[in-house]
């Protein structure tokens, strides 16, 4: 059995397994369906009795953030219309709009001890390579393409403990490194600069492995004492990623390490 | 006919690995379907389909997950020499505390595997988070799991098998 994994591990690394990788996928996939289609309203049923009260207590909380939100988009709207006034009248033309999104299914999950991958039905077919970013159906960051077999991608969460994505604090501009964890929760490792509970993260866009203004989640515990030279920043995904189930990906951007791949 | 049967609860399992373990994560642990199947075949059946269902998981499984199968493989490994050890050892259990053994201690050990294979991949050395919200709610999990899976099974007339190759005809002793 070692001889044989030592045997795969031979084939994996220079690619022999692939074109069956892509067709057990492509056979597998509607099985995998009815699977999901079975299990996933008991999983709900289940999730949804053991969380009720929690879920009133969001709901209530929820309300009242969409109240402030409608609030916002109108001033915001009001502001925007502001500005296209203020552009016509000095001539200046916006610049590029958003990048090209694909739309895309999740068709299975893998979160196991320290991994959170999922994987999603588009792949080659429709332009994807390693290093797309990921983004839920409003903009939120998700994760990034790791790997594309034919016609399905492979897109590694940001909740996995092997993301690190550089990001920035939106009004005040200081920096850190959110990073996933065993137990699929967000931290701000590395996080210097004024933090606030609240706050929210975007992509610093360092590095060049994802653009920059991606929303990531809010500050939601800041713990450790004065002495420490880093906090410990714990951050609420702005997207229940466990739950999402039809992402976005940003074909326009591919990371700079990848570019230089090719 | 049985070959076939088991071949395609194997794939099964895998499939049940990546679609509906997700949706019952206890803490950082989610059910092992594929060790569940392995440790069925073993404790119903014998030894020898297992050898060739092991690879078969390991690929159907790594191939879903985009996990390299070799790593799995070497995570189901202890599931046939526990097996072996547990009955000839003499150690005074029966038959479904030695398929609770091997699920757990082969689950406990999967999970460690996989968990440093993320570690050398980049994911934080976080052996303190590993045991606590991986391997102890990981342990429970398994048995429990084990459990609900053995019990109607010997309810409804499957008799419980040898776990040493040798037993089962495959090997003679010189």
Same mark, same amino acid.
């Given at each position: 059995?070692?001889?044989?994994? /030592?045997?795969?591990?031979?084939?994996? !690394?220079?690619?022999?397994?692939?074109?069956?990788?892509?067709?057990? /996928?492509?056979?597998?996939?509607?099985?995998?369906?009815?699977?999901?289609?079975?299990?996933?309203?008991?999983?709900?049923?289940?999730?949804?009795?053991?969380?009720?009260?929690?879920?009133?207590?969001?709901?209530?909380?929820?309300?009242?953030?969409?109240?402030?939100?409608?609030?916002?988009?109108?001033?915001?709207?009001?502001?925007?219309?502001?500005?296209?006034?203020?552009?016509?009248? /000095?001539?200046?033309?916006?610049?590029?709009?958003?990048?090209?999104?694909?739309?895309?299914?999740?068709?299975h999950r893998d979160n196991s001890a320290f991994t959170n991958v999922v994987t999603?039905?588009?792949?080659?077919?429709?332009?994807?390579?390693?290093?797309?970013?990921?983004?839920?159906?409003?903009?939120?960051?998700?994760g990034?393409?790791t790997?594309?077999?034919?016609?399905?991608?492979f897109v590694r969460l940001i909740t996995d403990s092997r993301s690190?994505?550089?990001?920035?604090?939106?009004?005040?501009?200081?920096?850190?490194?959110?990073?996933g964890s065993p137990d699929r929760?967000?931290?701000?490792?590395?996080?210097?600069?004024?933090?606030?509970?609240?706050?929210?993260?975007?992509?610093?866009?360092?590095?060049?492995?994802?653009?920059?203004?991606?929303?990531?989640?809010?500050?939601? !515990?800041?713990?450790?004492?004065?002495?420490?030279?880093?906090?410990?920043?714990?951050? !609420?995904?702005?997207?229940?990623i466990s739950?999402?189930?039809?992402?976005?990906?940003?074909?326009?951007?591919?990371?700079?390490?990848?570019?230089?791949?090719? | 006919?049985?070959?076939?049967?088991?071949?395609?609860?194997?794939?099964?399992?895998?499939?049940?690995q990546v679609?509906?373990a997700p949706?019952?994560p206890?803490?950082g642990a989610v059910?092992e379907?594929?060790?569940?199947?392995?440790?069925?075949?073993?404790?119903?059946?014998?030894?020898?389909?297992?050898?060739?269902?092991?690879?078969?998981?390991?690929?159907?499984y790594g191939?879903l997950s985009d996990r390299a199968?070799?790593l799995l493989?070497?995570g189901?490994?202890?599931?046939?020499?526990?097996?072996?050890?547990?009955?000839?050892?003499?150690?005074?259990?029966?038959?479904?505390?030695?398929?609770?053994?091997?699920?757990?201690?082969?689950?406990?050990?999967l999970r460690t595997l996989l968990a440093f294979g993320a570690m050398t991949a980049g994911a934080d050395?976080a052996?303190?988070v590993l045991?606590?919200d991986v391997?102890?709610?990981g342990?429970?999990?398994?048995?429990?799991?084990?459990?609900?899976?053995?019990?109607?099974?010997?309810?409804?007339?499957?008799?419980?098998?040898?776990?040493?190759?040798?037993?089962?005809?495959?090997?003679?002793?010189?």
């Amino acid at each position: 059995m070692v001889g044989l994994a /030592l045997m795969l591990a031979v084939m994996t !690394e220079v690619g022999l397994l692939s074109p069956f990788q892509g067709l057990f /996928l492509r056979v597998s996939a509607p099985f995998e369906r009815v699977l999901t289609g079975i299990f996933s309203p008991v999983a709900s049923v289940l999730s949804d009795a053991g969380e009720l009260n929690d879920l009133q207590d969001e709901n209530a909380q929820l309300r009242i953030e969409n109240e402030a939100l409608r609030n916002r988009i109108t001033d915001l709207e009001q502001a925007e219309q502001r500005v296209r006034e203020l552009e016509e009248a /000095l001539g200046i033309t916006s610049g590029a709009g958003e990048g090209t999104r694909e739309v895309a299914n999740i068709v299975h999950r893998d979160n196991s001890a320290f991994t959170n991958v999922v994987t999603i039905d588009i792949g080659a077919n429709k332009g994807l390579v390693p290093g797309m970013v990921v983004l839920s159906s409003q903009g939120t960051l998700i994760g990034t393409v790791t790997r594309v077999v034919g016609d399905l991608s492979f897109v590694r969460l940001i909740t996995d403990s092997r993301s690190k994505v550089s990001a920035t604090v939106e009004a005040t501009g200081a920096e850190g490194i959110v990073q996933g964890s065993p137990d699929r929760t967000l931290s701000l490792g590395l996080a210097q600069g004024e933090i606030r509970v609240g706050d929210t993260l975007v992509t610093a866009g360092l590095g060049g492995n994802f653009p920059r203004g991606i929303p990531i989640g809010e500050v939601k !515990e800041i713990s450790g004492t004065s002495q420490d030279l880093f906090k410990d920043v714990t951050v !609420e995904p702005r997207v229940r990623i466990s739950t999402v189930d039809t992402v976005l990906v940003d074909t326009s951007f591919v990371p700079q390490s990848f570019l230089g791949a090719e | 006919m049985k070959g076939f049967l088991i071949g395609i609860g194997i794939l099964l399992a895998a499939m049940a690995q990546v679609t509906v373990a997700p949706l019952f994560p206890v803490a950082g642990a989610v059910p092992e379907f594929v060790v569940l199947a392995l440790v069925l075949l073993v404790a119903f059946s014998s030894p020898r389909p297992v050898m060739i269902g092991t690879p078969i998981a390991a690929l159907a499984y790594g191939f879903l997950s985009d996990r390299a199968p070799a790593l799995l493989l070497l995570g189901y490994l202890p599931l046939l020499p526990l097996g072996y050890f547990l009955e000839e050892s003499r150690v005074p259990v029966n038959h479904y505390l030695r398929a609770a053994a091997m699920m757990t201690i082969t689950g406990l050990w999967l999970r460690t595997l996989l968990a440093f294979g993320a570690m050398t991949a980049g994911a934080d050395a976080a052996f303190g988070v590993l045991v606590t919200d991986v391997l102890v709610p990981g342990f429970f999990l398994d048995l429990a799991l084990l459990t609900v899976a053995y019990i109607p099974l010997r309810l409804i007339g499957w008799t419980g098998q040898g776990m040493t190759l040798e037993r089962t005809g495959y090997y003679a002793r010189l």
